[in-house]
């Protein structure tokens, strides 16, 4: 029977500061816990996964009680099904790949399949050494899911590789998370693989929620500076062609003329400019458009433009004054076509 | 030619003077060895009584030791209890301590009026000193530090990690012990098990003083060397060259076999 996961996480950190984190993943949701190094993210997996016993709060999965304190109820990690992809794999070093993968397979369960499954059949017989990143992170996922476990826990699963395989194995951790009926939970620093991957984010900083929604609501509306930064890139889904990029109605035009395909667009806040008349020379991205929001973050704003291409626009509390920037009015914006990146979607 | 590219000379000199210490000995005696006699020596009986016995007490401490001495290890690596420093330190002690000494020790605890010799022959007839039992836990005594400081090393340095992830994967602590735990530091269990057979290979002082020196059931090769370099060279010789061919032998197989990491 596949459920939820609920949890509420009070533990003290060595480090000054108290991890407090409320959580709830609906069985086939994805939840992205999204944050910098040292907010508690890692913390919060061993948690999850039983490796280190809560000071407070309670952990439940369905109606079984993993963790809680007040009650002294302790399920050890052995018996927690919990499906777990480590930071940097630890995948065991003496053990081969289909040895790792076999390590906890549920009985009846064959872990060939999954070494199949996961496309590891030619490198079956390595050892972790011998693998290349993509490869190591695939048998980390192959083992993970091979105990058939109930819940499946992903700690910045695609942080070790380089950029061309990061996009690459993606799109396979997308599949296998979306095959898989559980909750999910998936640890990152990166925006655009919380956004990419989840239902819904949490956001965590100092060992705290500082919001949390889904991925339209923290681009949107951000509440603290850093999810301002992070989550202030504009994302979208487009065809690429010839040098341009279809979304929906609208093209923009890239640097890149070779590029061909589904493609995800970022441009970064910073890099549109806002103008009060059609500006005069090169920019080849360069439309009319409406204000719908001005959002003072300090000595910086941070503003978004609707229709034809809705974006968010950052841009300095002076500039805002000085061009009298507010809620409906009219702006033209333009974008470099070098300041949009491309990345195969 | 880089100037960087010739080591300094009187580096060299000094190595080769480190290296002279280990060398000239060795030379010196297959100098001396008696090559025409030597088949006749060896197939005497004090040289064969003295290699069986060799074989099995440095044997035997390798086995006890790992039976034993893996475990301690794991208690000293991973578990917090009071008075684990002295522990420690008890355990480490014959490293530093003349053999003599442990051997007399271990006569005031085992002999027939020990603490626990004397209880032990009380209720079973049993004397542990001068027996090949005896030898075997002198032996023991002297060359088990060496495994266990080996291992208590590796098993602090592992990532404990590794030990979490495999629990998440449904191992009981025993599986994760005998599946992760034990094969992850196994290249220094086999390192410190190979220092351990080779320390009790070469014991003297513990095994002479608590065991004797008795032909056939307590005389040990370098007893017998000893005993023999008084009485016939010839045999101190045969001795020495059958010591030093089973350490090398050793040394060099299970370098390749064992020392060998993943």
Known sequence: ?345 | MSRRSRPPRLLIVLAVLGAAIFAVPLLGLLARTPWRDLPSLLSSDIVIDALKLSLISSLGATVISAVVGVPLAWLLARVEFPGRRLVRGMVLLPLVLPPVVGGAALLFALGRRGLVGEPLYKATGLVVPFSVWGVILAVTFVSMPFLVITVEGALRNLDARFEGAAATLGATRWTVLRKVTLPMVMPSISSGLVLTWARALGEFGATITFAGNLQGRTQTLPLAVFVALESNRGTAIALSLVMVAVSLTVLVVLRERWWKTW
Do not use: C
């Open chain 1, 1 to 345: 029977m596949v459920t939820g996961l609920d949890a509420r996480i009070v533990l003290g950190h060595g480090n000054g500061f108290t991890l407090d984190v409320t959580m709830a993943i609906p069985p086939g949701r994805t939840v992205a816990l999204l944050g910098p190094n040292g907010a508690g993210k890692s913390t919060t997996v061993a948690v999850l996964a039983g490796l280190l016993p809560l000071d407070e709060g309670r952990v439940t999965l369905g109606d079984r009680v993993l963790d809680d304190p007040s009650t002294g109820v302790f399920v050890p990690p052995e018996s927690r099904r919990m499906g777990v992809v480590f930071q940097n794999y630890l995948l065991f070093p003496h053990m081969t790949v289909a040895q790792n993968v076999a390590f906890g397979a549920d009985q009846g369960e064959h872990a060939g399949d999954w070494v199949e499954r996961l496309g590891l059949a030619k490198v079956a017989h390595r050892k972790p050494r011998e693998l290349s990143g993509g490869q190591a992170q695939r048998v980390a996922l192959a083992r993970a899911l091979a105990t058939r476990p109930d819940v499946l826990l992903l700690d910045e699963p695609l942080a070790a590789l380089d950029v061309t395989t990061r996009t690459r194995l993606r799109r396979t951790l997308s599949e296998h998370l979306d095959a898989f009926d559980g909750p999910r939970l998936l640890i990152t620093h990166d925006p655009s693989e919380a956004f990419l991957l989840a239902d819904e984010i949490f956001v965590i900083e100092h060992g705290s929620i500082t919001q949390h929604g889904t991925a339209e609501d923290i681009r949107l509306r951000p509440r603290t500076p850093y999810v301002a930064d992070l989550a202030g890139s504009n994302l979208f889904n487009g065809i690429a062609e010839k040098g341009t990029v279809g979304i929906g109605p609208h093209t923009i035009h890239i640097a890149d003329t070779t590029i061909a395909g589904p493609v995800l667009a970022t441009i970064h806040p910073r890099a549109v400019s806002l103008h009060l008349r059609q500006p005069e020379g090169s920019p080849r991205n360069a439309w009319e458009t409406t204000i719908d929001l001005v959002e003072s973050l300090g000595d910086r704003a941070r503003l978004n433009v609707g229709e034809p291409l809705p974006l968010t626009v950052e841009v300095t509390s002076d500039a805002v004054r000085s061009l009298g920037l507010a809620p409906g009015s009219n702006v033209w914006v333009s974008i470099k076509a070098t300041e949009i990146g491309i990345e195969e979607g």
